[in-house]
């Protein structure tokens, strides 16, 4: 099936992921300007009139982009709502995306054909993120129109399936938009993610160690001095398995090898909507691939980092195949 339009102008084919306190409008307008999806959680705008406040900005500063720029136009901006039932700013947060026609709406934890159907009723695409075939395919029965296969080794709430697996499942029956999550930091990465069947790699954690994003300096550190033997994963702090950087769970006071399991049951987001959300601002999620970041860095750079990659894997690979690199 073809990628719908709006991916036309992607510089790489990369989708920044939302990243819950640490993605706001700086990281998201400079992912955008730089050529790849940029998206943040809704939940990240509080209160939650600032939300408004927030897409008005974007969507300024990246028409203006354009305009000054039409020979490198900027990609399309993403927002991410929590569909879990316990995030009482759903339907708020879901009206000031329709005020704006938020061109891509990604869904985490629940499919709501309602938010689907109001997504498409102004023109916009819903991605879905899932863990398993079985969310998988409830996602597209309620109307996603693409899916995040949320592999192991990604950063935050993540799946304990290998992306091998996930990608293989999901390719056997469905054909539409599929960007795939998990440890990918390195632009041969990037094209393994598409030789797997993905349209686009899902990426979080490096975007924590660039100038713009919203991370105290510790964290973004944390991020480039890390490796994959630094990520925990548990269920512990939100009630959904994902993965964290051992250095802040030990801060807080924790062993990380000896935490004890949470009841998924008491997942709660409504914690999230005041001023604090201590169990993400005190433990800083992260995925395994941050030992491929080697500094903070503005979004730019990193982007042209990955490209500069990316092309240089396809050469690679086409040397020792002898296929033709394209």
Not at 203 to 217: C, F, H, K, L, R
């Amino acid at each position: 099936m073809p990628l719908p339009p709006i991916f036309d102008r992607l510089r790489l084919p990369v989708i920044g992921s939302p990243l819950f306190i640490v993605s706001n409008p700086d990281l998201v307008i400079a992912q955008c300007k730089a050529g790849i999806v940029g998206s943040f959680p809704t939940l990240n705008a509080r209160p939650s009139g600032m939300l408004d406040e927030w897409l008005h900005r974007i969507t300024e500063e990246l028409t203006a982009h354009d305009r000054d720029h039409p020979e490198s136009p900027s990609a399309p901006f993403a927002c991410n709502l929590i569909v879990h039932r316990s995030n009482p700013r759903l339907m708020e947060d879901a009206a000031v995306l329709a005020k704006w026609k938020v061109p891509l709406v990604i869904t985490s934890l629940g499919a709501v054909e309602e938010i689907n159907r109001g997504a498409h009723s102004w023109g916009g695409i819903v991605l879905h993120d899932v863990i398993n075939q079985r969310f998988a395919h409830k996602a597209i029965e309620k109307g996603a129109d693409g899916l995040i296969p949320v592999a192991a080794g990604a950063g935050g709430h993540a799946g304990a399936q290998s992306p091998f697996a996930l990608m293989q499942e999901i390719r056997e029956w469905f054909d539409g938009p599929v960007a795939l999550s998990g440890a990918i930091a390195h632009g041969r990465s990037i094209l393994a993610a598409q030789a797997m069947g993905a349209d686009f790699a899902y990426i979080g954690s490096p975007w924590i160690a660039t100038v713009e994003a919203n991370a105290v300096e510790a964290y973004k550190q944390a991020i480039v001095d890390g490796e994959a033997k630094d990520i925990v994963y548990s269920n512990l702090f939100t009630g959904v398995h994902g993965n964290y950087l051992r250095r802040s769970i030990e801060n807080a006071g924790m062993d990380p090898d000896r935490l004890p399991e949470s009841d998924p049951s008491k997942m709660d987001f409504s914690q999230v909507t005041g001023s604090e959300a201590k169990a993400w601002k005190d433990i800083w999620g992260s995925g395994q691939g941050i030992g491929a970041v080697h500094a903070i860095e503005p979004v730019a750079a990193r982007v042209a980092r990955l490209a500069a990659e990316y092309e240089e894997a396809k050469r690679q690979l086409a040397a020792r195949t002898g296929m033709k690199a394209s």
